[in-house]
């Protein structure tokens, strides 16, 4: 039975007075939503107010590439820089593709995996309400993009439903132009094994004429279903399919494309193999690989005739590469478009600190040369780079029509369903650690005014959590459907062990923390839990959010549109091989801080946060870490057993559902409904 938006609010206005977590929150149709009517991108989404540094560089052969969107795609609702959605994507694609044309060149769209888990669009398809799986209704708008080169990642293997799928379907929609080198299924009418797309595609630019031999690499993962099965790179590089299609006499460049980390610095790297067998039977023929996985912007030299590029997550990042030099007989275009700025960075590493390992050199000399450019995700990026101004129209026919499918695909799964307003914006990283800006000061608070039952509700508890249960920031404005899949989308129970001594109890946070405990899932289809269909997301697979010598993220200015703004706004910072000049707008960098594995929250404890050390108290945990809490009180000086622990709430009252159940009970959250007001975005106004 859900409790009432009242009576949570009431319940809440006096701390000492319990709050009983509803047993379910998974009834977003029951709530407000919001709807507000706009010409283009999504009805509640912002644009940018900074304009790109300059336009891009044109080459022989330019290419646009996406990864790692995990059903974004209908952009970053509330963060300005990622305003756009994946119609204005389709649109922006057409127009530059036409640019190619006009400038006698080549464009190639490629895309390198893991095309849902992380957004409502793609994940509210898998609840157990609407039984079926991630990326039901996504991955058709998602197609909706003429792509020349895609791949696949490891999302798309977890779950034999979603690899069946994808096999079935979105596979079949790409045709020869969906690359697994290295993945195949298992045919369930003959028990075959079979690749899911191609294994290579040899072809010949539309424009140009360039011929191209392109492979799809996954990196070794090892977290699939039974249904498929994935070669490691290897192996496949010997075998004789791969060394067949090497060795094609007319190949002008080879395109290595991989849900795989381009940085040679990566252990998952296995780019750098398939790199090391194509050189070494063709020394001289440029090698271009774009990758993905690791959620970064990154760029690196393998060799003077070859490059990788990355491009970020969650449609916060466009990659636009271009290259010119390529030698080939069958040329019939530009080596150096007019009218445009042209490549001009040979492959040679700039001195950074982040720079890969030493690169080799191809046998001969090398007159090519290359340009990198990380673009944000919004209309304003895409408008000029599109056109060079705002003045022409940039929307095309395709493009609104993909706007308004996902208006209405979000509204079918009620995504803008509002459960209350953040009155600020909390982020992973930005703030120190407990801070009145971190999001775990906002979820020890959460934590505390919901994880409680009736019948235990006098008792002091402990609230143990894995911090890796939270995934994104969320930022200032409403909390809907949506945002509990973006924030918080896996779905642990809390477990207990009533009247544990307050001596132990008071340990055990330190005693995980400094032990050899996993805080992070293994790969496994249970851990995120709306159905069994529904594969883990944690930062195992999907790594987590860093701002170190690679990026800061995050770019979310306010106010009007300008063309040109004197001051940064805070958002990516970016260096990699080329240096620190690929990030498309110039931002100001994001404070990072690191965060401990586990956090605690208390409940019900005296003003001072003690008890007596003869005290007792219901110790929680999230039921994924249960072992570890047994191991640990025991390493305490304690005598407990797994099968002493059980559920402290209904087993679907998780980590998913406390923040929707706070969002709705708090009064600060509730007094804006359904108005909620927008903030500036990750990085502004940074309380410590």
Request: one cysteine or more; proline letters at 5%; aromatic letters at 12%.
């Given at each position: 039975?859900?409790?009432?938006?009242?009576?949570?609010?009431?319940?809440?206005?006096?701390?000492?007075?319990?709050?009983?977590?509803?047993?379910?929150?998974?009834?977003?149709?029951?709530?407000?939503?919001?709807?507000?009517?706009?010409?283009?991108?999504?009805?509640?989404a912002?644009?940018?107010?900074?304009?790109?540094?300059?336009?891009?560089?044109?080459?022989?052969l330019?290419?646009?590439?996406?990864?790692?969107?995990?059903?974004?795609?209908?952009g970053?609702?509330?963060?300005?820089?990622?305003?756009?959605?994946?119609?204005?994507?389709?649109?922006?694609?057409?127009?530059?593709?036409?640019?190619?044309?006009?400038?006698?060149?080549d464009?190639?769209?490629?895309d390198?995996?893991?095309?849902?888990?992380?957004?409502g669009?793609?994940?509210?398809?898998?609840?157990?309400?609407?039984?079926?799986?991630?990326?039901?209704?996504?991955?058709?708008?998602?197609?909706?993009?003429?792509?020349?080169?895609?791949?696949?990642?490891?999302?798309?293997l977890?779950?034999?439903?979603?690899?069946?799928?994808?096999?079935?379907?979105?596979?079949?929609?790409?045709?020869?132009?969906?690359?697994?080198?290295?993945?195949?299924?298992?045919?369930?009418?003959?028990?075959?094994?079979e690749?899911?797309?191609?294994?290579?595609?040899y072809?010949t630019?539309?424009?140009?004429?360039?011929?191209i031999?392109?492979?799809?690499?996954?990196?070794?993962?090892?977290?699939?279903?039974?249904?498929?099965?994935?070669?490691?790179?290897?192996?496949?590089?010997?075998?004789?399919?791969?060394?067949?299609?090497?060795?094609?006499?007319?190949?002008?460049?080879?395109?290595v494309?991989?849900?795989?980390?381009?940085s040679?610095k990566?252990?998952?790297?296995?780019?750098?193999t398939?790199?090391?067998?194509?050189?070494?039977?063709?020394?001289?023929?440029?090698?271009q690989?774009?990758?993905?996985?690791?959620?970064?912007?990154?760029?690196?030299i393998?060799?003077?005739?070859?490059?990788?590029?990355?491009?970020?997550?969650?449609?916060?990042?466009?990659?636009?590469?271009?290259?010119?030099?390529?030698?080939?007989?069958?040329?019939?275009?530009?080596?150096?478009?007019?009218?445009?700025?042209?490549?001009?960075?040979?492959?040679?590493?700039?001195?950074?600190?982040?720079?890969?390992?030493s690169?080799?050199?191809?046998?001969g000399?090398?007159?090519?040369?290359?340009?990198?450019?990380?673009?944000?995700?919004?209309?304003?990026?895409?408008?000029?780079?599109?056109?060079?101004?705002?003045?022409?129209?940039?929307?095309?026919t395709?493009g609104?029509?993909?706007?308004?499918?996902?208006?209405?695909?979000?509204?079918?799964?009620?995504?803008?369903?509002?459960?209350?307003?953040?009155?600020?914006?909390?982020?992973?990283?930005?703030?120190?650690?407990?801070?009145?800006?971190?999001?775990?000061?906002?979820l020890?608070?959460?934590?505390?005014?919901?994880?409680?039952t009736?019948?235990?509700?006098?008792?002091?508890?402990?609230?143990?959590?894995?911090?890796?249960?939270i995934?994104?920031?969320?930022?200032?404005?409403?909390?809907?459907?949506?945002?509990?899949?973006?924030?918080?989308?896996?779905?642990?129970?809390?477990?207990?062990?009533p009247?544990?001594?307050?001596?132990?109890?008071?340990?055990?946070?330190?005693?995980?923390?400094?032990?050899?405990?996993?805080?992070?899932?293994?790969?496994?289809?249970?851990?995120?839990?709306?159905?069994?269909?529904?594969p883990?997301?944690?930062?195992?697979?999907?790594?987590p959010?860093?701002?170190?010598?690679?990026?800061?993220?995050?770019?979310?200015?306010?106010g009007?549109?300008?063309?040109?703004?004197?001051?940064t706004?805070?958002?990516?910072?970016?260096?990699?091989?080329?240096g620190?000049?690929?990030?498309?707008?110039?931002?100001s960098?994001?404070?990072?801080?690191?965060?401990?594995?586990?956090?605690?929250?208390?409940?019900?404890?005296?003003?001072?946060?003690?008890?007596?050390?003869?005290?007792?108290?219901d110790?929680?945990?999230?039921?994924?870490v249960?072992g570890?809490?047994?191991k640990?009180?025991?390493?305490?000086?304690?005598?407990?057993?797994?099968?002493?622990?059980?559920?402290?709430?209904?087993k679907?009252?998780?980590?998913?559902?406390?923040?929707?159940?706070?969002?709705?009970?708090?009064?600060?959250?509730?007094?804006?409904?359904?108005?909620?007001?927008?903030?500036?975005?990750?990085?502004?106004?940074?309380?410590?």
């Open positions: 039975m859900r409790v009432t938006n009242s009576a949570w609010a009431s319940a809440l206005l006096a701390l000492a007075t319990p709050v009983f977590a509803c047993e379910s929150c998974e009834h977003p149709e029951q709530d407000v939503v919001m709807t507000r009517h706009v010409r283009r991108m999504q009805p509640d912002q644009n940018a107010t900074v304009a790109p540094r300059g336009p891009l560089a044109w080459g022989q330019n290419v646009l590439h996406t990864t790692d969107t995990h059903g974004w795609l209908e970053h609702i509330r963060e300005q820089n990622y305003g756009a959605d994946w119609g204005d994507y389709v649109s922006f694609v057409k127009q530059m593709r036409q640019k190619a044309r006009d400038l006698d060149v464009l190639l769209v490629v390198t995996g893991d095309l849902h888990d992380g957004a669009l793609s994940d509210a398809t898998g609840v157990a309400s609407y039984d079926g799986v991630n990326g039901e209704l996504s991955n058709p708008i998602f197609e909706q993009l003429d792509y020349d080169l895609l791949t696949i990642g490891n999302h798309e977890y779950v034999s439903e979603i690899a069946y799928e994808t096999f079935n379907q979105f596979a079949k929609s790409y045709g020869e132009r969906y690359l697994t080198s290295n993945v195949q299924i298992r045919n369930p009418s003959t028990g075959e094994l690749y899911i797309g191609k294994k290579y595609r072809f630019t539309k424009k140009v004429g360039l011929r031999m392109a492979f799809g690499v996954l990196f070794d993962f090892t977290g699939n279903s039974n249904a498929s099965v994935i070669t490691k790179a290897a192996d496949m590089v010997k075998e004789s399919w791969f060394l067949n299609a090497v060795n094609h006499k007319n190949v002008d460049a080879f395109l494309i991989g849900h795989n980390p381009v040679r990566s252990s998952s790297n296995t780019l750098q398939v790199y090391e067998a194509i050189r070494a039977i063709k020394p001289e023929t440029p090698i690989m774009f990758g993905g996985h690791t959620h970064i912007r990154d760029f690196a393998y060799d003077d005739r070859s490059v990788g590029m990355e491009s970020g997550r969650y449609c916060e990042t466009l990659g636009f590469l271009s290259m010119s030099g390529i030698e080939s007989s069958h040329y019939r275009g530009k080596v150096n478009p007019k009218g445009v700025p042209n490549p001009t960075m040979k492959a040679k590493k700039v001195s950074t600190a982040s720079a890969s390992a690169i080799a050199s191809s046998t000399s090398s007159n090519m040369t290359f340009f990198r450019r990380y673009l944000d995700w919004n209309r304003m990026t895409f408008e000029y780079h599109a056109e060079g101004s705002q003045t022409k129209a940039f929307d095309t395709k609104l029509a993909v706007t308004e499918n996902i208006t209405a695909t979000r509204k079918e799964l009620n995504l803008t369903s509002i459960y209350g307003c953040a009155p600020q914006t909390w982020c992973l990283s930005c703030a120190p650690f407990m801070s009145e800006g971190s999001i775990y000061s906002l020890a608070t959460a934590l505390s005014a919901t994880i409680i009736e019948e235990r509700a006098s008792k002091p508890r402990l609230i143990i959590t894995n911090s890796g249960h995934r994104f920031d969320l930022a200032e404005g409403a909390f809907d459907y949506d945002s509990s899949f973006i924030v918080s989308p896996f779905t642990d129970a809390f477990n207990y062990l009247d544990v001594p307050y001596h132990l109890a008071s340990q055990v946070l330190a005693a995980l923390e400094s032990g050899d405990y996993p805080s992070k899932r293994d790969l496994s289809t249970e851990s995120f839990g709306f159905t069994q269909m529904n883990s997301l944690d930062s195992c697979i999907d790594p959010v860093t701002r170190d010598n690679l990026i800061t993220k995050r770019s979310y200015p306010g009007r549109i300008i063309r040109r703004q004197t001051t706004t805070p958002g990516y910072v970016t260096t990699d091989d080329f620190s000049d690929g990030d498309d707008t110039v931002h960098k994001i404070p990072y801080y690191s965060v401990p594995n586990f956090f605690q929250a208390n409940g019900s404890l005296p003003a001072n946060g003690t008890l007596a050390a003869d005290a007792t108290v110790l929680i945990f999230l039921d994924y249960a570890s809490v047994v640990a009180l025991n390493g305490l000086g304690g005598d407990y057993t797994d099968e002493e622990v059980t559920y402290y709430l209904p679907n009252f998780t980590t998913n559902s406390y923040l929707p159940a706070y969002a709705k009970m708090a009064p600060e959250w509730q007094a804006n409904v359904p108005n909620c007001p927008v903030g500036l975005g990750i990085g502004y106004n940074i309380t410590s």
